[in-house]
Structures are given as structure tokens and as C-alpha cells.
């Protein structure tokens, strides 16, 4: 008996059955829902930088940055010659053709290289296999960082987009990144067949995880041509060592080669010879995924249609926030990167420990992702908030070890200490990302801080002692900062004054605007032998005046005939007859604003003098001023016609007649 479609839907409704049930799991289905978008985008608008991101879901998963000012160097190939040889570090500096000269570790260099010297001892030394001016193959393994050179290694390594062709090996290997071991096993299967010249080894990358063994060939193929191009190329010697024998590829194709994956949906480039150049690596590698190059051609540039500029900012911030209130800082050493970690708000005091492991693996989960997107390497050390439960640190140890796995550096972890540090090392593979975009602050060479204006004042004064300590100082100029010569002259002139009048010398202050506490000068003028012998003499006299006996002082002072004939009579104080002294122009002198000595030089040199140095300054403008007229004067009016009245008034400058200033009558 057939069932029709409706009685076949009820029997399924009945015993619980839904269309759901064809359409496969429902893991599957939030598996589809759940995936991470991957995509690259590449910003190359200026030839003077190029930045390129890897989203995850629109967030930033990498950063990197390549300045036209710093030259990249890593991975390139040179035949260099070897300038010194170091017994004392076990290591060789070698003259690549660059600004500095290359640091190379002994045990970085193969016996191929090896030089017989005819010495022969139990334990070989880098004095007996390497001698100056030795030619050597080296290749850049880490960029010059601060005054130190960069780093060299006589093992050559040619990375491709599946491979690595390694010299000095006999054998095959996998990635430590592939942790499976059938996949392990099943590619060193792959590539056991595969016929390598002398001294020639393979390193299988990540990318090369479930690849087929035409697409290893065609990559090893490739390897292969690279290297006898190479090998070519140093026999020939046209030109004389040191020189470059290979260049490694540009950033825009190196990060498509490292980092292109099939879950990468689409990769955006802004400039056409950048897509050009993607567009041929990705033809001739991954031809299938040729149709994911974009070019972008939106006016709004391509990182703030995406939100990305934001982000990238956030970048140089020490301060980074966590979901749950707390943040965290970072702070890079010349020793040492060290990162705080600090909790959000807590309720209540037993949600401590709570609110600790919380904060603490958001932590984890955002100082993995900070140190490789800021390429921050070297030792690292975390401070996280104390957790009283060992378990609690266990899970945490956990969280950062998980997501350090997705880091392409090395990483070593240690665990957790009893002062709730945790130590970790990572491998630098390119200069921090705020290397390009700062310089150091002239003003505290970095540190953060500069000195106060007080020790500074302090410092200038012990400095302007030190140097009249020998008390030969004719003349003394000291150059310093506009602010330290204000502070002087409002606080500290009558001390100047008074160390001049002392100690018989010309202080001068020269301000130039600008200069730092550390570029101060002082400039010196001796006093000659006759100066000084002039100097000596007035001194003894005065010595001499001063320790005369009483009576001899007592004599030696002049008699007042007044003073002797009033002599125990009370009698009135002479008082003196005050004189208004006036100008031409009939006003009285004011004291109170008449100008200081301070900053007026006179002859004598006992004046603080202060100069400006305006040889930086730029010239403003000079408006033209038109000249002045003469100023006429008034006739003097005739005395005889004027009365009582008129005269008076006439003494104070004024006159009755017309009601008239001396302004007006220079205007008539």
C-alpha cells in the first residue's frame, strides 16, 4: 500500500523525525556559522612605507611594516671576507659590503668552510679553521639592532612556498609546527624519493600540510634553480668580494608566500605594481587561487574603509584594555620587555581570586597576540595578579602556551614563579613595529623624564663655582637654556652680583633657546700675571687696613668741629635741603621705574650681563615706519604782558590764555 506525501510527513512528525535530520549534524552546520574569515590586505599608496594586515573576522591577527629609510637585509645571501677573527667569543666579524660588519658564531660555520692550517688538536678552535681575509658565504640571519651588526650564518637557507632548501644537511624534516605525528610521518614519506645534490637538505613548512607530491616537486624544482644560479654566480667572481649573490624576494610577495593559506578568502592590494607582482607569484605557484587577488580601487583608502587605522594605532599605545575592565602595560627595555598586568573592579573581597583568573587569561590570550603583532622579542616577563590556587595558575600557563602555538617564533615558557612572574623568550624575526614610526625625545634621550628646573639652576651654580675655584677668572660666559637664565635673574642676581663684586670677574649669561641641561657651556677667560699681581696688591692693602690697631683707626679719622662743640648738648639734626631734581621737559626723575643694572653691561664689567642668541631665530618682517614729523615748540609769551596769575601758572607748565596745551601749540 503506498502512502501518499501528507501521511509520509505525520509518520515522520510522529515518531520525532524533522527535515533537520538530512540536512547532516548540527555541529556541522554552527561549524559553517562559526568560521573565521581570513584575509590580507596590502597598503602601498607611498612609496615610502608598506604596511600589509592579516584579519581575523576584522580584527588585526598580524602587522607588518617595511620603512624605505630601513633597509632590510635578512635573508639576503653575500660572499663576504673575514675582517678579525675572536678567539675570546668564539666568533668571526665578516666584511659583507654593509654599514657595519657581521657578527658570525663559530658554531654557525659548516667544515665545508673550514681552512686547513696544518694544525692538529683534540678540540678544533676558530683560530686554526678561519683566517683573515678569508672569502666566506654568509647570509643575514637577524637585522643590525642598536650599535650592534647584524647577525650572520654560514648555513644557507632558501625558503620557498611549500620547502626549505637547507646546505649542510643530508636529511629531510617537518616543521616542529606539525605536531601530528601520522602527518609527520606521511610527509617525510612524500619526500623520501626525492633526489638532492650533495650537502642539500629539505625542511617541509606548515603550508606544505596536505600538499601533493607534484606541487613539493614543482616547489623543490624551483629551490633547486635558485641554487645553481647561486652557485654560478660565486665561481664566476665578477665583481671582488664582498658582494650580493642573492636578494630576498619583496615584502608584498614574502608575505603572501609565508602566509597565504586556503582559508584565505581574499588578499587586496592598493597599488597596481604590487598586484602585478602577486598576481605572477600566485599564477605561478597556486595558479587555482589567482581569481583571490584583488585590486582596490575605492578612493577612501583601504585601511580606513575597513577600521583598520584605528587599530593600528592602538599599536603604539603602552596601555592595552581587557573585556573585563582590567588592562594591561607594556614597557620595553634595553634588558627586558616587561608587561603588568592590572585587575578591573571587584564586588566584593571573595570574588578575588575570581576576578584574578579572570583578568589573568584575558590577559594571556591578549599579550600572545600583542607580542607578535608588535614583534616585540627577546626576554619577556609578565607580572600577573597573584592567584592563591595553584590550579588557577595551572589554567593560565595553559592559555598563553596555546596561544604562543600560533606564533611562528620560537617561544620557551617557564611556569609560573612564587612572585607571580611568569618568564618566557621569543625569537626576533624583525625590528619592533614602533622602531620606524619613533625616534628618540632629544630632551630625555629616551627615558621618559628630563631633569627639574631647580637641580638644573643647582647644577649651573656648582659649575660656575667649580670653575672659579682656581681664581685666575677674568671673564666667564656660561650658555645656557632661556628658563635658566630667567630663574637666574629673578632669583639668584644679588648672589651673582655679590660672588662678581668678590671675587673681581665678568659674569655673562648667553640664552640660547632650546639647548638641554647636558649641551650647557662655559667658556673661560684667564686673568694674565699683571692682573693677577694688581689683584694680589689690593688685597694685601686691604688685609693691611684692616687689622690696624684701634687707636691708629681712631686717629686716622677726620674730626667734625660740629659734632665736637655740641658735644653733650641735645641739639636738632641738621636737616639737609631737598632738591626735586626734573628733565628738560619739567618732570620729576621716578626711582622706582628707572631700569636696574641687571642685564645693562657697563664698562666696569660688575653688572650680570645677559645676551640672547638669535642666530637660529628666523628674521621677522620689518614694517617700513614712516618718518616723524619736527616737533615744533611754542613761543615763549611775552612776561611783560602777563600778570600775577598767568606767571604761576606758566611755572607748572600750563597757560590761561586760549585754554591751550604745549601739545596744541606744536600742532599749530
Not at 297 to 304: L, N, V
Not at 328 to 339: K, L, N, P, R, T
Request: glycine letters at 6%; charged letters at 30%.
Amino acid at each position: 500500500m503506498a502512502l501518499s506525501a501528507f501521511e509520509f510527513f505525520l509518520l515522520l512528525v510522529y515518531y520525532g523525525f524533522t527535515a533537520e535530520s538530512y540536512r547532516g549534524p548540527a555541529k556541522d552546520k554552527r561549524k559553517v556559522i562559526m568560521a573565521k574569515k581570513l584575509s590580507m590586505m596590502i597598503n602601498r599608496d607611498h612609496p615610502e612605507v608598506c604596511r600589509a594586515v592579516i584579519l581575523e573576522d576584522g580584527r588585526i591577527n598580524d602587522y607588518i611594516v617595511e620603512n624605505v629609510s630601513q633597509e632590510k637585509i635578512k635573508g639576503n645571501i653575500y660572499l663576504g671576507v673575514i675582517n678579525r677573527v675572536e678567539p675570546a667569543i668564539e666568533a668571526a666579524f665578516v666584511d659583507f659590503g654593509g654599514s657595519k660588519y657581521g657578527f658570525l658564531p663559530f658554531k654557525d660555520v659548516l667544515k665545508e668552510s673550514y681552512v686547513d692550517t696544518g694544525e692538529k688538536k683534540a678540540r678544533i678552535r676558530i683560530q686554526d679553521v678561519l683566517v683573515r681575509g678569508q672569502e666566506i658565504l654568509v647570509q643575514v640571519a637577524k637585522e643590525s639592532r642598536d650599535a650592534k651588526g647584524p647577525s650572520l650564518t654560514n648555513s644557507i637557507s632558501l625558503p620557498g612556498r611549500f620547502l626549505v632548501l637547507m646546505s649542510g644537511s643530508h636529511a629531510s624534516a617537518v616543521s616542529r609546527k606539525i605536531e601530528d605525528g601520522e602527518e609527520r610521518k606521511k610527509l617525510k614519506t612524500l619526500v623520501a624519493d626525492f633526489k638532492l645534490p650533495d650537502n642539500l637538505g629539505l625542511i617541509i613548512r606548515t603550508a606544505g600540510l596536505g600538499r601533493t607530491k607534484t606541487e613539493l616537486q614543482k616547489d623543490l624544482q624551483r629551490l633547486l634553480m635558485v641554487w645553481e644560479n647561486l652557485s654560478t654566480s660565486r665561481e664566476k667572481k665578477i665583481n671582488k668580494p664582498p658582494f650580493l649573490l642573492y636578494q630576498e624576494a619583496d615584502m608584498v610577495v614574502r608575505l603572501v608566500r609565508d602566509n597565504f593559506t586556503t582559508e584565505t578568502s581574499e588578499v587586496l592590494v592598493d597599488n597596481i605594481e604590487s598586484y602585478n607582482a602577486v598576481k605572477g607569484f600566485m599564477k605561478m605557484v597556486m595558479p587555482r587561487f589567482t581569481n583571490r587577488v584583488k585590486l582596490y580601487k575605492d578612493t577612501t583608502p583601504i585601511f580606513s574603509r575597513f577600521n583598520i587605522e584605528d587599530q593600528i594605532e592602538s599599536l603604539y599605545q603602552r596601555k592595552v584594555s581587557l573585556p573585563s575592565g582590567g588592562s594591561i602595560v607594556f614597557d620595553s627595555g634595553e634588558a627586558m620587555v616587561s608587561i603588568d598586568v592590572n585587575s578591573g573592579k571587584t564586588t566584593s573581597a571573595s570574588q578575588l581570586e575570581e576576578t584574578a583568573l579572570k583578568t589573568n587569561l584575558e590577559a594571556a590570550e591578549e599579550i600572545g597576540r600583542q607580542l607578535r603583532i608588535r614583534d616585540l622579542g627577546g626576554l619577556v616577563v609578565i607580572d600577573f595578579i597573584d592567584m592563591f590556587h595553584k590550579k588557577n595558575q595551572t589554567l593560565v600557563e595553559k592559555e598563553i602556551k596555546k596561544i604562543c602555538k600560533l606564533d611562528k617564533a620560537r617561544i620557551n615558557i617557564a611556569r609560573i614563579s612564587k612572585f607571580g612572574l611568569l618568564e618566557m623568550s621569543r625569537q626576533r624575526l624583525a625590528p619592533p613595529v614602533q622602531q620606524g614610526a619613533f625616534v628618540e625625545c632629544d630632551s630625555c634621550a629616551g627615558t621618559g623624564i628630563v631633569r627639574s628646573l631647580n637641580y638644573v639652576v643647582m647644577h649651573v651654580l656648582r659649575k660656575i663655582k667649580e670653575h672659579l675655584a682656581s681664581g685666575r677668572v677674568k671673564e666667564l660666559t656660561v650658555e645656557v637654556s632661556s628658563d635658566v637664565t630667567e630663574y637666574m635673574l629673578n632669583h639668584k642676581s644679588a648672589f651673582l652680583l655679590g660672588l662678581q663684586e668678590k671675587l673681581q670677574f665678568k659674569l655673562e649669561f648667553l640664552s640660547k633657546p632650546g639647548v638641554t641641561w647636558t649641551d650647557f657651556k662655559y667658556l673661560v677667560t684667564n686673568k694674565t700675571s699683571e692682573e693677577l699681581k694688581g689683584l694680589d696688591l689690593i688685597t694685601n692693602n686691604a688685609l693691611i687696613e684692616t687689622t690696624k690697631p684701634k687707636d691708629e683707626q681712631e686717629q686716622s679719622r677726620p674730626q667734625n668741629r660740629a659734632n665736637s662743640l655740641n658735644k653733650g648738648r641735645r641739639s636738632r639734626p641738621i636737616q639737609r635741603k631737598r632738591y626735586n631734581r626734573r628733565n628738560s621737559n619739567g618732570q620729576r626723575f621716578d626711582r622706582k621705574r628707572m631700569p636696574s643694572k641687571i642685564g645693562n653691561s657697563n664698562e666696569d664689567g660688575s653688572d650680570l650681563v645677559v645676551r640672547h642668541d638669535t642666530s637660529n631665530v628666523t628674521p621677522k618682517e620689518t614694517v617700513p615706519v614712516s618718518p616723524s614729523s619736527p616737533l615744533t615748540i611754542a613761543p615763549k609769551p611775552d612776561r611783560g604782558s602777563e600778570n600775577i596769575f598767568e606767571r604761576i601758572t606758566g611755572f607748572f607748565g600750563k597757560t590761561s590764555k586760549d585754554g591751550d596745551s604745549p601739545s596744541s601749540g606744536a600742532d599749530s
